[in-house]
T-cell receptor, first 113, second 113 residues
């Protein structure tokens, strides 16, 4: 069974700061790792995904994430955040055999002006 | 751009009543899902379904049942609601060719009084 953990429930930064949201996973086989964003009262939206190849993947709106097999991690980063990036961010893992993605507990990012 | 449509957006009902949530996707995807999101934002997979297989999370109470007329629709029926069923129910779809990238609807909030 694959599991995913997000160690930070809340992260607060100022506009223009860089941010890293942490995600660690546990699974022995081939997996997809993804990040999603959820604005208040909305559904989740896909940001980016890793399966193989370059461990740094680029997503929408300046987000990127880096896969590390040795650390079992897939941390999300952004160099300069905007107030509109305030949302809850979810890391997800799914096995390559196409079972339903499992989500971490989410990290609420607050960007202050 | 929303391509997964859920109705109703919001529903208040009494304990013991029957409730149905509808979901339709216009993306041509072959797999659909229902997730439950609780008040702490935790996401739990309830069902995944494609035209060949229904996969049920074994922890889902039997009063919940998915209903599908074709691969573009997956409804959720709750036979006799309980207070702990109060949550946001999120429908999603994916295509095998896109590696389990989920496209979510806006959610259906259920309040049981």
């Amino acid at each position: 069974t694959q599991t995913v953990s997000q160690s930070d429930a809340h992260v607060t930064v100022f506009e223009g700061d860089s941010v890293e949201l942490r995600c660690n996973y546990s699974y022995g086989g081939s997996i997809y790792l993804s990040w999603y964003i959820q604005h208040h009262g909305r559904g989740l939206q896909f940001l980016l995904k890793y399966y193989s190849g370059n461990p740094v993947v680029q997503g929408v709106n300046g987000f990127e994430a880096e896969f590390s097999k040795s650390d079992s991690s897939f941390h999300l980063r952004k160099a300069s955040v905007h107030w509109s990036d305030s949302a809850v961010y979810f890391c997800a893992v799914s096995a390559y055999n196409n079972n339903a993605p499992r989500f971490g507990a989410g990290t609420k990012l607050t960007v202050k002006p | 751009e929303t391509a997964v449509f859920q109705t109703p957006n919001y529903h208040v009902t009494q304990v013991g009543n029957e409730v149905s949530f509808n979901c339709k996707q216009t993306l041509g995807h072959d797999t659909m899902y229902w997730y439950k999101q609780d008040s702490k934002k935790l996401l739990k997979i309830m069902f995944s379904y494609n035209n060949k297989q229904l996969i049920v999370n074994e922890t889902v109470p039997r009063r919940f049942s998915p209903q599908s007329s074709d691969k573009a629709h997956l409804n959720l029926r709750i036979k006799s609601v309980e207070p702990e069923d109060s949550a946001v129910y999120l429908c999603a779809s994916s295509a095998r060719s896109s590696g389990n990238t989920l496209y979510f609807g806006e959610g259906s909030r259920l309040i049981v009084v």
